[in-house]
């Protein structure tokens, strides 16, 4: 265990409020110099608004932000950033079009002129010397998101950033990106820089960090050295107040009829796909990320029509489906995107609720707008959406309630083929629990293919499980084959 | 000391917006002043007179409400289109194409009732609008043409028709060579309500927005409308039929603005003749704008813009200010409306210096 190290920063007595919802109540924390700390906590726990208040980006209500000893104020991000305060996003600022240099350097270019070697050969340098693997000449669009997110990183280091602070880093990463980042994370500590990091992982709490910090309901409930934590359990108890059980009970449902078949499917990065599902099934794919996922799903669910192959969904041909589709005993897709793609986020919770249910609520050209609202405001009641009102608007809702209102929304028509993707992904324990719960009661009357980065959630779940490696379906077998379970990793990495 | 610092707004504003759009308002007439004041004029005479001339007798009041009638009906049709996040320009060519619909009607079958003529006049000035919104909609579509473009280059091909025709085909014989139909018979005539010099037109309008009011928010087709808005990748996920919907939202947008011309043509001009051509259909924009695009604040701005025309005239006469003032104006207005919605997603804040 390292020694403690000098406090970088202190805040103390933070408090911020939006409306009546207090964000972050009288919170104390400190920063150590070369010392990696987490922040855990649940969705709307309040740690991206005190990251952002730290990051200049948001004014606390109250209290004191002393850096180095001296009480400082930020009234922008470029005032942290001047004094070495940096955060990076879940969701990068880069500009595409612009190559690796030139978005390291954007804003910073020194002079009228552009020196594109000159930078090219800093950023390379700059990127040795903190062991970050990224070309400085290549164009980030081509850029996968681990790269990306080292070139946030080095947009930071180069603007002499002494305090990194990263927003739920792994969330768009894969697991060997993130293994890659945290090594990044560790070294760049031992240069004496901070870290500190957002997250509701448990397991990369425990392995890359010094320090942590657990906030629940806005207040920090715990703060301590990682070495004083004896176990997961614990912090997942911390975290949530009470205990959480990260299995689900599942009662076995006899299979049913075959609700999507698909034979052959070829293009779109895609080889030769042929899987079948049955209505009371879960069908687990995992692998990951960039691995053909994506168009095998946006094919399915009707966004991409088939370059080759044939896929039956509910007895209809892939044709026959989109072209005429019921209302009810249809198919329900879940995306990964829930703000961008599952929901309008100025429009309120019953407007959302309509999107995908506007078929059932109609009377000729009419919609039956009371109708809708009573049963939008049953959906928000059974499924606990907060604010549980219908007049609140999307935007304002957490990612777990918002992945809440989606699912009520898709179960509301009786779906018989469920795609869900990344379900759970950056929510906190009890929603995933939550959401877990409702994908197993809806097994019954649906088959679901569960698209997943998280192998946990694919075992607890699933009942078969193909693993995705370039476009291929490389193996498939039962949730109980404890053998092929073992290898699963060198499956996922092409090397069985 | 004090420094100001931006901030973006966290709650959303209720009365404060009024008060903003009030004061770009406020602002764009300080401008227009200062442009007085420096023709030599009197800013505060000239001012004065603008709004005595606009609301300082009910004769100007009923002008400013004959000119917000085809206001109204264009910056309604801009509305739908608005709403859809279909950035269509052209309601000016649009307003041609409903009055040279209209005009078809009315020269071709003289002589029949207005049971007969007016529904038939504003079918045809409903279709022709109508498909002239069409056009930049399936080009977008199909050929993905940027409608800016499209609908803006339209509008100076629909007037070059319209010119066509009156200076050829349909110039009457009886006008002294001016550029000119003959004069609609009595039955293509909209009448005036009462004693009044207003028009029937102010009914079409009323219905309109009624009609447009409760098609967004009771009907199938205007939720998916506003929502493929919104959101144009969850109105895909949705499966909207958003081609559909770009068409729909273009027709009906140019078919209002058809309904105008048909209007102007009817019951203001009692012909079709190029002086019907007086920019509505770009004031629509700003008017639509202005009443961030809900229906019944349409009919409030297209009055006070129809205000600013009316007044403008006044102040030609009386201090020999140039037509191209109430341009200005209006530009300005525009402008300062567009800077206010800065101040309604941000706000300004005093903290003292450290």
């Keep these: 265990m390292k020694q403690p190290a000098d406090i970088v920063i202190a805040l103390e007595g933070i408090s911020k409020s939006f409306g009546k919802v207090h964000a972050n109540k009288d919170i104390c924390l400190t920063i150590r110099k070369g010392t990696v700390k987490a922040l855990l906590g649940e969705n709307g726990a309040g740690k991206s608004t005190l990251m952002s208040i730290l990051a200049g980006r948001l004014q606390p209500d109250s209290g004191s932000i002393t850096v180095d000893g001296t009480p400082t104020h930020f009234s922008s991000a470029k005032e942290a950033i001047d004094v070495g305060i940096g955060m990076v996003y879940q969701h990068f600022k880069l500009v595409e079009s612009m190559t690796v240099a030139e978005n390291v350097f954007l804003g910073q270019e020194g002079g009228r002129m552009l020196k594109p070697r000159a930078m090219e050969t800093r950023v390379r340098e700059l990127a040795n010397a903190y062991n970050l693997d990224i070309d400085p000449a290549a164009t980030v669009a081509d850029l996968s998101m681990g790269e990306k997110q080292r070139v946030e990183i080095l947009k930071l280091l180069l603007r002499k950033s002494r305090i990194l602070i990263f927003d739920e880093p792994t969330a768009v990463l894969t697991p060997q990106e993130g293994d890659e980042l945290f090594k990044a994370l560790s070294f760049m500590a031992d240069q004496g820089k901070s870290i500190v990091f957002i997250s509701h992982k448990l397991g990369e709490v425990m392995r890359v960090a010094d320090e942590v910090a657990i906030l629940r309901k806005g207040e920090i409930i715990e703060e301590k050295s990682i070495s004083e934590v004896t176990s997961k359990d614990d912090l997942a108890r911390m975290m949530v107040g009470k205990e959480t059980f990260l299995s689900v009970v599942k009662n076995k449902v006899e299979g049913g009829e075959l609700v999507l078949d698909v034979k052959g499917l070829d293009g779109n990065g895609l080889k030769g796909i042929s899987l079948n599902l049955r209505r009371g099934e879960i069908l687990g794919i995992v692998g990951v990320a960039g691995n053909g996922q994506k168009p095998l799903v946006e094919t399915i669910c009707g966004l991409q029509a088939p370059e080759k192959g044939e896929i039956t969904i509910l007895g209809k041909s892939w044709k026959s489906f989109f072209s005429r589709r019921k209302n009810q005993d249809t198919l329900s897709y879940i995306p990964e995107d829930r703000i961008g793609l599952a929901t309008c986020p100025s429009m309120n919770l019953s407007d959302n609720f309509l999107l995908t249910t506007r078929k059932g609520f109609k009377r000729g050209p009419w919609l039956r707008r009371k109708r809708v609202e009573s049963e939008s405001q049953n959906v928000v009641d059974r499924f606990s959406v907060l604010p549980g009102h219908i007049s609140a608007q999307a935007r304002h809702l957490s990612g777990g309630n918002l992945q809440k209102l989606v699912l009520g929304r898709e179960f509301f028509r009786n779906p018989g083929l469920i795609v869900a993707e990344q379900p759970t992904q950056g929510l906190d324990i009890a929603t995933a629990k939550a959401i877990w719960d409702h994908l197993v009661t809806a097994r019954e009357s649906a088959g679901i293919l569960l698209v997943t980065g998280d192998l946990n959630e694919a075992f607890s779940l699933s009942d078969r499980v193909a693993v995705m490696f370039e476009g291929e379906i490389v193996d498939l077998f039962e949730v109980t084959d404890m053998e092929k379970r073992g290898r699963i990793g060198l499956m996922m990495a092409g090397a069985a | ?354």
């Design chain 2, 1 to 354: 000391m004090f420094d100001l610092t931006i901030r973006k707004r966290q709650e959303s504003l209720g009365w404060t917006a009024v008060l903003i759009y009030s004061g770009a308002v406020a602002m764009a007439l300080l401008f227009s002043a200062g442009l007085l004041f420096f023709q030599g004029n009197s800013p505060i005479e000239g001012l004065s007179l603008l709004l005595e001339g606009a609301f300082g007798s009910s004769y100007a009041i009923e002008d400013c409400l004959i000119k917000a009638i085809p206001i109204y009906l264009c910056a309604l049709g801009v509305a739908i289109a608005f709403k859809l996040q279909i950035w269509n320009i052209g309601a000016e060519g649009q307003f041609a194409l409903g009055a040279i619909g209209a005009t078809w009607v009315a020269i071709t079958f003289p002589g029949h009732s207005s049971w007969v003529m007016i529904p038939s006049m504003m079918a045809a000035a409903f279709l022709c609008g109508g498909l002239w919104g069409v056009i930049p909609a399936v080009l977008k579509l199909k050929a993905n043409a940027n409608e800016i473009i499209v609908t803006l280059m339209l509008n100076y091909i629909a007037i070059l028709i319209l010119d066509y025709l009156v200076y050829g085909p349909w110039k009457s014989p009886d006008s002294f060579g001016f550029p000119m139909t003959q004069e609609f018979s009595s039955g293509a005539i909209i009448g005036k309500i009462g004693e009044t010099n207003l028009n029937w037109g102010l009914l079409i309008c009323l219905i309109s927005g009624l009609v447009i009011y409760i098609f967004f928010k009771f009907t199938v087709m205007g939720f998916e409308l506003k929502a493929s808005g919104e959101n144009v990748r969850a109105a895909r996920y949705a499966r909207f039929p958003y081609g559909r919907l770009v068409i729909i939202s273009m027709l009906l947008s140019g078919a209002f603005a058809g309904w105008a011309g048909f209007v102007e043509a009817s019951a203001t001009l009692n012909r079709l003749q190029p002086t019907i051509m007086v920019g509505y259909g770009y004031t629509a924009i700003v008017v639509a704008w202005l009443a961030r695009l809900n229906p019944f604040y349409i009919g409030i701005s297209s009055f006070l813009l129809a205000g600013l025309r009316v007044g403008v005239e006044n102040l030609q006469l009386e201090l020999q200010v140039p037509a191209a003032f109430g341009e200005i104006m209006e530009g300005l207005i525009l402008l300062t409306i567009l800077a206010g919605t800065f101040f309604i997603n941000y706000r300004f804040v005093r903290r003292p210096r450290p």
